[in-house]
């Protein structure tokens, strides 16, 4: 589904679409969204980045080629995870850690983390599983983020 499609749909505006125009549908809840496009987030200790250059300096943002490639490696992805959200970050009830760079990438657990509401954290890492199933994103393959 393109852009154009999505918004005469008249889809919410908060709309995640991956690579070839596949929208993250289920991700489509504004804290999700905000995760990718840098509203809200909260660098890890360590990492710099541009802020005069805001959004555009985003690991996977689309039309850019700091393009996310995929990663499959399951005990990689939870270090990824642990990375970005260790188990000593305090968690809000009803709310669970998201982070960005996405674990199940290459780049994952090296830019920010967040806390958001947990069934928008869930509901978007299956809209990214899905997304890979579906458009045969295999290891090493690479991909883009748009929000909408």
Known sequence: MTADAIATQG???????????FPLAE??????????????????????VDSSA???????KHCTTSYL???????????NRSTACPTSLPRPLLASCDEYPF?????????????????????GGRALSRF???????????FLVWIK
Do not use: F
Not at 27 to 48: L, N
Not at 103 to 123: E, L, P, R
Not at 132 to 142: A, G, K, V
């Open 54 to 60: 805001g959004e555009a300096n985003l690991p996977g």
């Open 132 to 142: 890979c199933l579906y458009n045969r994103i295999i290891e090493n393959d690479r």
């Open 103 to 123: 674990a199940s990438t290459w780049q994952g657990g090296s830019y920010s983390q967040h806390m958001i509401d947990a069934k928008q954290n869930t509901g």
């Open 11 to 21: 889809l919410e505006a908060a709309q995640v679409v991956m690579s070839e125009g």
């Open 69 to 79: 490639t995929r990663l499959t490696d399951k005990t990689k992805i939870t270090q």
């Open 27 to 48: 991700a489509a809840k504004p804290e999700a969204a905000d995760r990718v496009t840098a509203r809200g987030h909260r660098q890890r200790p360590g990492h710099s």
